[in-house]
């Protein structure tokens, strides 16, 4: 190693990480440069062991569909069902084929067998009950969230009535909405029905918490909180896909944030008396900075749940990001801040960002990205980034 980068580049590690953070967060949030490559995950799930074995942390936030992630919970804190179901169920967005996802479930589910209850670690999802191409129907948050309360209040709206306004679910994920939002049902007099519904059952919720939570329990009503959030978050959702406005695309990406955002800023306080939160996700839902593409040949951009949660969270959010060099045949300029990173030592690296410059030598360029789902690191944005860890080929 020579000397410009010494204590600048360190071999991949837990300490070597932890260590370039200015104090121990409450959320920890490790970023991935692009989905479908074992190599990010496998990188976490070190992390993550090094994070439970050696700095208290007792949970783990992936972006997948917050209430699936309720089944892979069942799994790994008390044993309910099989690994292979809360991979199949547990996990959205195809997250369930990855083979580091399949370890994680399974050291989470072996660490827990041999520890009490109020130690054992938790799973969760951050993200919607949402894909690229739809949403889901707010019916199973909301019905659910309706039978809890309707269990100890009474409710001036019957379940029939919620129903009957709800319809199927399958009128809700049409997958021609995202493009046309004639095909949307969120603007229709049901649906803003709906909302108002939902939004009284959520505040509901809120006002009769010391009484729900004597006669039910805290994990209860912190579930009913999450389908209160769910549904009312979906709701907005599909009322932003049947909008017309030319904004229509940038406002759904947004609501998607704050959906992320409410839900990772839940589980910190959940988890408040336990210990810290690692959150795991592309780099795009995590950083401090705007969030931009392109998509249908518009340029998007809104404020990523990572820049909410700094905002609510101050020094108490940490953000690494992580990034390649080469991937088959896309290998970097040799002046991208990537291609500068290929000729340091480390086929796995962790970089201190506050002095990229020192160890690199030079001001690097910033590398136009491969296909939409890649997000290289722009050199421009790595002060507000407190760690980068980096593969040199995946």
């Given amino acids: 190693m020579t000397a410009p980068t010494q204590g600048v580049v360190r071999p991949f590690t837990g300490d070597a990480l932890t260590a370039l953070l200015s104090s121990a967060p409450r959320l920890l949030g490790l970023g991935e440069p692009t989905h479908g490559v074992e190599a990010f995950p496998e990188l976490r799930n070190e992390l993550f062991r090094h994070l439970v074995e050696h700095e208290g942390y007792r949970s783990i936030a992936l972006e997948s569909d917050c209430l699936s992630a309720l089944i892979a919970d069942a799994y790994v804190t008390h044993g309910t069902g099989t690994l292979d179901d809360a991979l199949d169920r547990g996990l959205s967005h195809g997250f369930g084929a990855s083979a580091a996802n399949r370890e994680l479930l399974r050291w989470m589910r072996a660490h827990n067998e041999r520890r009490p209850a109020h130690e054992r670690l938790r799973f969760y999802g ?28 009474d409710l001036p709206w019957s379940r ?135 998509f249908a040949g518009l340029p998007l951009e809104w404020w990523s749940a990572g820049a909410v949660m700094s905002t609510r969270l101050g020094d108490d ?32 690296a962790v970089i201190d960002p ?8 030079e001001t690097p360029a910033r590398r136009v990205p491969a296909d939409h789902t890649y997000a290289p690191l722009d050199p421009d944005t790595t002060d507000r980034i407190d760690a980068i860890v980096f593969v040199r080929e995946i």
Wanted: aromatic share 4%; net charge neutral.
């Fill in 126 to 153: 951050f993200d919607g009950p949402l894909e690229m191409t739809g949403a889901a129907s707010p019916g199973p948050a909301l019905t659910a969230l309706h039978d809890y309360l309707a269990a100890h209040l």
């Fill in 160 to 294: 029939e009535s919620l129903t009957g306004l709800l319809g199927p679910d399958e009128r809700w994920a049409c997958p021609d909405a995202l493009m046309d939002a004639a095909r949307s049902v969120g603007r229709t007099p049901e649906a803003g029905r709906l909302r108002l519904i939902a939004d009284d059952l959520r505040a509901m919720l809120t006002s009769h918490a010391p009484h729900l939570t004597a006669v039910t329990s805290p994990d209860d009503f912190w579930h009913a909180g999450l389908r209160a959030r769910t549904a009312t978050g979906l709701l907005r959702y599909h009322a932003g896909l049947a909008d017309t406005a030319p904004t229509r695309l940038g406002t759904i990406m947004a609501l998607r944030a704050t959906m992320m955002a409410d839900n990772l800023d839940a589980v910190v306080r959940r988890e408040a008396r336990r210990g810290p939160t690692l959150a795991f996700a592309h780099n795009g839902h995590l950083q401090r900075d705007k969030s931009r593409v392109r």
């Fill in 317 to 348: 959010y940490a953000f690494a990001a992580s990034t390649f060099g080469t991937r088959g045949s896309d290998v970097p300029h040799p002046g991208s801040l990537e291609g500068m990173l290929s000729a340091l030592p480390h086929a796995r």
């Fill in 354 to 361: 506050g002095r990229l410059t020192e160890a690199l030598g």
